[in-house]
């Protein structure tokens, strides 16, 4: 269980860091719908977390409440879900898993050198009534015949779930992985996701923005 503080602290930093994404070409509902482009799916593969931690939340870089950090360079990952009119996505679960710095995933047969204990792995977000969501996580690095990425899965109370995956822009492994380069045109360039230094970070921190567009209108109550 997070103490108070931490929980305050994550709901501002997202609050903040989802201003980072659109800002207001999305206060218009629908605004340049026709411009959207779907997000494709793509493999979940197999790493999907056999065994879920106790630390689900939205901050991957401090299991519980350990004070020690994971190792990898902190990112601030944020963006909105959208349906196909450019409309929220509110109330959804998000879920990312990814390699931990040592090209680790959190599953029993993840093959690689001794997993980073201080690293979750695993994260959770229910999007906002403005379809945004942010996690706090470490830049991905690549491992064994896949270049660096961050697994998305999209839940949503009567949809089937939706699976997706995003990549660093230039990456000089990208061309060499087999899921990215099936992707083409436009298609690529929504899961392309630019990692940039956060400005006045004395610490090296980046942000990436990734908007998820789902190609079906979700009922909402």
Request: aromatic residues 10%; glycine residues 8%.
């Amino acid at each position: 269980m997070k103490t108070t503080s931490r929980r305050s602290f994550l709901r501002a930093t997202s609050t903040s860091a989802a201003g980072l994404s659109l800002g207001t070409f999305w206060n218009v509902p629908g605004a340049f719908a026709e411009a959207l482009q779907l997000t494709p799916r793509q493999t979940e593969g197999p790493f999907y977390p056999d065994h879920l931690p106790l630390d689900t939340d939205n901050d991957l870089i401090i299991v519980n409440d350990s004070i020690t950090p994971a190792i990898g360079d902190i990112t601030h990952l944020s963006g909105k879900l959208l349906d196909a009119s450019g409309d929220p996505i509110r109330n959804a679960v998000i879920e990312i898993w990814q390699v931990d710095g040592n090209g680790v995933y959190l599953h029993s047969r993840s093959a690689g050198e001794k997993r980073d204990a201080n690293f979750q792995g695993f994260g959770r977000f229910l999007t906002s009534s403005t379809g945004d969501y942010y996690f706090r996580t470490v830049k991905p690095v690549p491992y064994p015949g896949r270049t660096p990425h961050i697994h998305f899965k999209v839940k949503q109370k009567g949809q089937s779930e939706f699976t997706t995956q995003c990549y660093l822009k230039d990456h000089p492994q990208n061309e060499r992985d087999g899921i990215y380069r099936n992707l083409r045109g436009k298609a690529r360039d929504s899961v392309t996701v630019d990692f940039k230094l956060v400005e006045e970070s004395k610490t090296g921190e980046l942000v990436a923005n990734f908007d998820i567009v789902l190609g079906v209108t979700p009922r909402q109550s």
